[in-house]
């Protein structure tokens, strides 16, 4: 089937995870990915050929050394075709006083970015700026576009979900995906589960909570830029899908520095059942940040090349659908979007 050439912006935990996959996944069969074999392709097939970030301790090192700056740690040895060199990229809102602490940026002029994307054979740019980076992952989409790129936001930013970006790529004739990356399997995965099976089975939703804290640098972001839309984007994704009139608070609520990449998430539903019984749940579940981002990332990662393959352009809201947190388009439920995704790998998509 070919290679899948990939341009990663942002080298953080989330970007550590996908490296270290790719090599975890080289021909093997070990668990813990969703789809193995996504039509033809492999996460092996998946080759980064461009990374930029901005950080002191990244930029310059090979993304197998600059991947060791970040919380999460790693537990893989690395093949040598990972030889890419990390390169200096437009800081604009990537860094705040905040979080100067953790990301120091290096003294280095930044590259030519467009330039930089067409000269490594880059098809897709995979965004995995920090929440909040607003101008700098705009920045980076209108760089793809200028270099004929595919774009992946894993970002909160609106992107995919912007009428404007969508219809330059169309224009531009190249794939857009996004917005705010989905996880394998979370909190607020759970939480829907949870709340669907109690309506199921005739459980009245009285109120629910669930929030969470982190150690990584995404979630000090979060405090200080996005706590209030990844509130919004979590919650309306939470209520959307279930349809319920009920209080339902999703969010992050602070950053504990020693959980590292670790992010630990309190569920509190409250339901009432047969002649207003009360029925209340107190959960607590612990997740790591990057690795859960890995697996849905290699699954947009191959069906955006498919994309590519079948000359799609602008929003893909298949993919999105599938993927993201906050898609143009939301289908029902989980169901819908992996049909419409396996209608789409097919070559069959929805008249709009
Ligand atoms: N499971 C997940 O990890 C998950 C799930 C949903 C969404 N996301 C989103 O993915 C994104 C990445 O998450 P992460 O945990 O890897 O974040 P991170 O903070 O660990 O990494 C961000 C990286 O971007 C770099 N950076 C900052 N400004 C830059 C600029 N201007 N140019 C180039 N690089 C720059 C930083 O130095 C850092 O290396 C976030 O926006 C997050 O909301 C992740």
Redesign the pocket.
């Known amino acids: 089937m070919g290679k899948i050439k990939i341009g990663i ?7 550590s995870a996908l490296v270290q996959g790719i090599e975890y996944y080289r021909d093997s069969n070990k668990s813990g990915l969703l789809r193995p074999n996504l039509a033809g392709y492999y996460i092996s097939d998946i080759q980064v050929v461009a990374a ?4 002191e301790n ?1 930029v310059g090192k090979n993304i197998s050394e600059a991947i060791k700056a ?1 919380e999460l740690d790693v537990v893989v040895d690395f093949h040598k075709n990972f030889n890419v060199l990390v390169v200096m ?4 809102d ?2 705040i006083s905040e979080t100067e602490k953790n ?1 120091k940026p290096a003294n280095q002029n930044p590259i030519n970015v467009a330039k930089y994307f067409k000269s490594t054979g880059v098809e897709i740019v995979l965004c ?4 909040g ?1 607003d101008n ?1 992952v705009r920045f980076y989409a209108n760089e793809a576009i200028k270099a004929g790129c595919a774009f992946i936001n ?3 930013t609106n992107v995919a979900t912007d009428k404007e970006y969508a219809n330059k790529f169309h224009d531009a004739g190249l794939p857009l995906i996004g917005d ?4 394998q399997f979370g909190a607020t995965i759970l939480h829907k589960m949870i709340l669907q099976q109690m309506l199921d089975l005739g459980i009245d939703i009285k109120e629910s909570y669930a929030l969470d804290v982190g150690g ?3 979630s000090l ?1 979060t405090i200080y830029r996005t706590r209030e839309t990844k509130r919004k984007i979590k919650s309306m994704s939470v209520a959307r899908a279930l349809n319920i009139d009920a209080p339902i608070v999703a969010g992050t609520s602070d950053w504990v520095e020693f959980l590292g990449n670790k992010r630990n998430s309190m569920l509190w539903i409250v339901g009432k059942g047969f002649m207003g019984s009360e029925i209340i749940m107190d959960i607590k579940i612990q997740t790591e ?2 690795p ?2 890995g697996s849905v990332l290699a699954d947009v990662i191959r069906v955006t090349k498919i994309a590519i393959n079948q000359s799609a352009a602008g929003s893909i809201d298949e993919i999105s659908a599938y993927g993201f ?1 906050n898609p143009p388009k939301s289908p029902k439920t989980p169901a819908e979007a992996s049909k419409n995704l396996a209608n789409f790998i097919l070559g069959i998509r929805k008249e709009e």
């Open positions: 912006i942002g080298i953080g935990n989330c970007a930029v970030d901005v950080s990244k970040n990229g437009d800081i604009l990537g860094v990301i995995l700026l920090p929440s980076a700098a894993a970002t909160p705010d990356l989905q996880d990584g640098a995404e972001n940040d990057g859960n981002g947190k």
